[in-house]
């Protein structure tokens, strides 16, 4: 089963007046949705846009695995384990909150930001803190969150260039740049797919793009 869901069904949260500006792919907040709380593991899936200056003041997470993948600009990340990072675009952070972490997430630099965060459930809850970030992540390189049994692909095709979908129980797949075919279907920048139980798929881009594919229990 293939199920589309496009960018502009998104829910709309963040700040506005504070220069944040969020797209959320599934039930976040205010914004709850019985039927849309999770894929899998996968539980948040949101386009986040700050301004120069703008930010996530320091605020608290447990038992989530927290994966960003910069889009533009570049991401300011501390955390109260003592991680003080800069991610830009290639990098690939993940924060394990485990038991429990507080963390800053802002746009120190002068150009907009823009990344997308990605929150999965660990397979065991509690623990201690973790925090790894991949520089440069070369295309097609799998990169594991073994606590959440969930691999994410970072593919980046030519036009023309078919990339194939993981046989997995579960794949999610979420556009990042340019236009894309995937069973009979175009998918765009924000468009999703949450694929179940299907084998032998690949998405044809029509344009140099930048896709996130996971590949889920």
């Known amino acids: ?22 797209r959320h792919a599934f039930s976040f907040g205010g914004f709850y949705d ?12 949101n386009e986040e846009r700050l301004a120069p200056g703008a930010g996530f003041d320091e605020h608290p997470h447990s038992h989530t695995e ?7 600009g570049v991401l300011t ?12 675009p290639g ?21 907009p930001l823009v990344f997308v965060q990605m929150w999965l459930v660990p397979e065991v809850p509690g623990g201690e803190p973790s925090y790894a970030i991949e520089r440069g992540l070369a295309d097609g390189t799998p990169y594991p969150v073994p606590a959440a049994g969930a691999v994410l692909h970072v593919r980046r095709p030519a036009a023309g260039e078919r990339t194939a979908v993981p ?11 340019g236009e894309h075919r995937l069973g009979g279907e175009r998918l765009g920048p924000g468009d999703s797919a949450r694929i179940t139980g299907e ?6 881009a029509e344009s140099a793009g930048e896709l996130l594919v996971w590949e889920l229990p």
């Open 1 to 22: 089963m293939i199920d589309v869901r496009r960018g502009a069904e998104r829910y709309p949260g963040g700040d506005r007046e504070a220069g944040i500006d969020t």
């Open 34 to 45: 019985p039927d849309n709380l999770r894929f899998g593991p996968l539980t948040a899936c």
């Open 66 to 72: 927290i994966v960003t993948w910069v889009v533009e």
């Open 77 to 88: 990340h501390r955390d109260s384990a003592g991680h003080a990072t800069e991610v830009r």
């Open 91 to 111: 990098d690939v952070q993940r924060l394990g909150s485990a038991a429990g972490v507080r963390h800053v997430e802002r746009n120190d630099g002068a150009e």
């Open 167 to 177: 046989d997995a129980p579960r794949a999610y797949v979420h556009v990042v740049r």
């Open 199 to 204: 084998k032998g798929l690949e998405i044809e």
